[in-house]
């Protein structure tokens, strides 16, 4: 006879979830670069429309300001997405802890972040999926609107 306990999910491995997390910093990686390809031609755009309107200057300037979110955003996302490739391969959570300390040593975590389990740092990692899509559907939204008002 199964039990409640029985008919639970098992949890994700470590690896699994790493896995998943690196593909969608994959995905996040494909969104900055339409995002920094839109940018490039809203700022052309701008530039050519400048001249007629002062609406065009300014909406350059957001595509610039914002194409500058998503350079740094391209670092971030591929940092991490090296570093959930390397833990799906060794799949121990034990690399954790080794991981903390050379963030902490190279300064790039502060100290009250460590010792956070895969599944929070998955889940925080995550939230860059979202933000590359929203700065993505920006840059599409400056482009046309530098080509409606054209």
Same mark, same amino acid.
């Given at each position: 006879? !199964?039990?409640?306990?029985?008919? +639970? &999910?098992? &949890? /994700?491995?470590?690896?699994?979830? %790493?896995?998943?997390?690196?593909? /969608?910093?994959? @995905?996040?990686?494909?969104?900055?670069? @339409? *995002?920094?390809?839109?940018?490039?031609?809203? =700022? =052309?755009?701008?530039?050519?429309?400048? &001249?007629? /309107?002062?609406?065009?200057?300014? !909406?350059?300037?957001? %595509?610039?300001?914002? *194409?500058?979110?998503?350079?740094?955003?391209? #670092? +971030? #996302?591929?940092?991490?997405?090296?570093?959930?490739?390397?833990?799906?391969?060794?799949?121990?959570?034990?690399?954790? *802890?080794a991981l903390d300390h050379a963030l902490s040593t190279?300064?790039?975590? /502060?100290?009250?972040?460590?010792?956070? $389990?895969?599944?929070?740092? $998955?889940?925080?990692?995550?939230?860059?999926?979202?933000?590359?899509?929203?700065? @993505?559907?920006?840059?599409?939204?400056? @482009? !046309?609107?530098?080509?409606? =008002? +054209?």
């Open positions: 006879m !199964l039990t409640e306990a029985d008919s +639970r &999910p098992e &949890p /994700a491995s470590d690896a699994w979830m %790493a896995r998943i997390t690196a593909g /969608a910093m994959h @995905a996040a990686a494909r969104l900055n670069g @339409a *995002g920094l390809v839109l940018a490039m031609a809203n =700022l =052309l755009l701008a530039g050519l429309f400048a &001249p007629a /309107a002062l609406v065009y200057l300014i !909406l350059g300037l957001v %595509a610039a300001v914002v *194409g500058a979110a998503q350079l740094w955003l391209v #670092v +971030r #996302v591929e940092l991490d997405r090296r570093l959930f490739e390397a833990l799906a391969v060794s799949g121990d959570a034990a690399d954790l *802890g190279l300064g790039w975590q /502060a100290p009250g972040r460590s010792g956070r $389990s895969l599944a929070e740092r $998955s889940r925080a990692t995550l939230r860059f999926l979202k933000f590359a899509g929203s700065l @993505a559907a920006v840059q599409l939204l400056l @482009a !046309l609107l530098l080509l409606l =008002l +054209r």
